[in-house]
């Protein structure tokens, strides 16, 4: 793992509204890994950071997404737009709305990662190969330790998700970690406050 110091995990577009919504993202499986991921990191305190991709019905906000092969998505109250159910912000945690693929990107995110004093993110939800993707080359780029959850993310296609693993893995040789080496890690903590 690629854990220095503090970390925070940061829960990037887990959504899908309502989990019994044949339409939902995310199978089963990965939410129920999530849940546990969140659950083990609060009573330990690792800070968790929520971040959901919205924009408004009119699209003013999308600018370039549409030029990719993304038609619409996200659009502000469509119910597959909403956080996925069982996986929401406690009210002390950061719920940061973001308008481009990448989490860093005209958001508070680094301001509230420089808060909780952390250097090292343990990533998890999708997609691997855009939201993950580009959240991960910009905390590279601003000096974090990146550590992608590779069965708790999924990708538009295989081939995306394998090769998107693939960049990351690039620019940090260690950041490719699965829920369970994760959750030996969380368990190994001694559990602290998180403000």
């Not at 420089?114 to 250097?119: E, F, Q």
């Not at 590279?140 to 960049?167: C, E, I, P, W, Y």
């Amino acid at each position: 793992m690629n854990i220095s110091g503090k970390t925070a995990l940061v829960v990037v577009d887990f959504q899908g509204g309502d989990l019994s919504d044949p339409m939902s993202t995310y199978v089963t499986e990965q939410v129920a890994k999530a849940r546990l991921m969140v659950d083990e990191c609060r009573r330990q305190g690792v800070p968790v950071v929520w971040i959901q991709e919205v924009h408004k019905p009119h699209l003013v906000d999308i600018g370039r997404e549409l030029d990719g092969s993304e038609g619409p998505h996200c659009i502000e109250g469509n119910p597959a737009t909403e956080l996925a159910s069982g996986l929401e912000p406690l009210p002390e945690e950061f719920h940061i709305r973001k308008r481009r693929y990448s989490s860093f990107f005209a958001t508070e995110l680094d301001i509230v990662l420089k808060a909780y004093d952390v250097d090292s993110l343990v990533l998890i939800g999708g997609f691997t190969d855009i939201c993950i993707l580009y959240t991960s080359v910009d905390a590279h780029q601003r000096d974090f330790f990146v550590n992608v959850v590779t069965d708790v993310v999924s990708g538009s296609s295989v081939r995306a998700h394998d090769d998107a693993l693939k960049m990351i893995h690039y620019l940090q040789r260690d950041s490719l970690v699965t829920s369970d080496e994760v959750m030996t890690w969380l368990a190994e903590l001694t559990p602290v406050t998180v403000p």
